[in-house]
């Protein structure tokens, strides 16, 4: 780790020093674009619970809302380019952002506004991730994958998504019998101007999944994992924002990558099903209380009224209109 040392504070200048001392250990600000997710599944949920569970500070940008559930997503409706851009600049003129990360951004206008400020911040890495789109129309996955390409990836620094996502993006027309690896969709990924692709999913033998950091000269790192048997929705929202807030917090990219996988990894294997669909990522596992701090109440206790906190007793929801 570098030491940067400057010369003490004059105390005639009216440094506080108190003050300098907190905006040195302050939790770095990462600035997100994504959706609402009303289950919290994915979108800017699971983006501002993972940022702040790996010590970042949230700076959340909302281009539209989903209609959806923990199973699967009915709809989607997207903010004006204009309102997500205002959004935006009104928190950087405020506060230093060391990284950004852009999620579903919803429309082609959008993608224009959030390059556009992209383009005015150039020094802040930006991590971009592409979501499964097989819920939407074909036409548009069509024009908002057009505008993804042409407009964002020649300023982002990592891409992130899952092997199956990828390839059917980057890769439409692979003809060799043998499937593309990571370099590959690394090499396709780098003539749209993007120079590291970290790829989730890849099928392994014996029910195992590999994840690969990969530029086109090398694989910069790999990490294999044992596949889960539930199905999870939100994992590639939570991986690529913990290595955002990771790079933003100066992490080297291959040690955030294997942050970020294992901290994924500590959240499926902590995962919970809220509804009746998929189950999710538990991205506060390190918060929940251990089995053996556990032990309930003894058989010599009486049960606790759990709507009684300290003497109050919450009323039932009666309210008449």
Request: net charge negative.
């Amino acid at each position: 780790m570098t030491t940067h040392t400057s010369p003490p504070p004059d105390p005639a200048s009216g440094t506080d020093m108190a003050a300098d001392a907190e905006d040195a250990f302050a939790p770095v600000c990462v600035l997100v674009f994504n959706a609402s997710d009303p289950s919290g599944a994915g979108g800017l949920t699971a983006d501002i619970a993972t940022i702040a569970s790996v010590g970042g500070h949230p700076v959340a940008v909302v281009t539209g809302a989903y209609a959806r559930d923990t199973a699967e997503i009915f709809d989607h409706y997207a903010f004006d380019d204009e309102a997500v851009a205002e959004q935006a600049r009104a928190v950087l003129e405020d506060m230093p952002v060391q990284a950004i990360k852009v999620g579903f951004a919803g429309s082609p206008e959008n993608l224009s506004a959030i390059a556009e400020v992209a383009s005015d911040y150039a020094d802040v890495p930006v991590i971009a991730y592409m979501p499964n789109l097989s819920w939407w129309r074909d036409d548009l996955i069509d024009q908002y994958l057009d505008a993804f390409q042409e407009l964002l990836l020649p300023q982002t620094s990592v891409l992130v998504g899952n092997y199956s996502t990828l390839r059917r993006w980057l890769l439409p027309d692979w003809g060799n019998e043998r499937a593309p690896s990571a370099r590959d969709l690394a090499m396709a990924a780098s003539a749209m101007g993007v120079p590291y692709v970290l790829v989730t999913g890849i099928p392994a033998p014996d029910q195992f999944i590999d994840n690969v950091l990969a530029s086109p000269q090398a694989v910069l790192s790999s990490a294999r994992f044992e596949r889960f048997e539930a199905t999870f929705s939100g994992a590639g929202e939570t991986l690529s924002a913990a290595l955002t807030a990771l790079i933003a917090s100066g992490d080297d990219l291959a040690e955030a990558t294997a942050e970020a996988l294992s901290y994924l990894d500590s959240c499926l294997d902590a995962g919970f099903r809220p509804g009746m669909g998929h189950v999710l990522p538990d991205r506060m596992f390190w918060a929940q209380p251990d089995d053996e701090d556990d032990d309930g109440p003894s058989d010599d206790e009486p049960p606790q009224d759990p709507t009684a906190t300290d003497g109050f007793v919450m009323p039932p929801h009666d309210t008449q209109h």
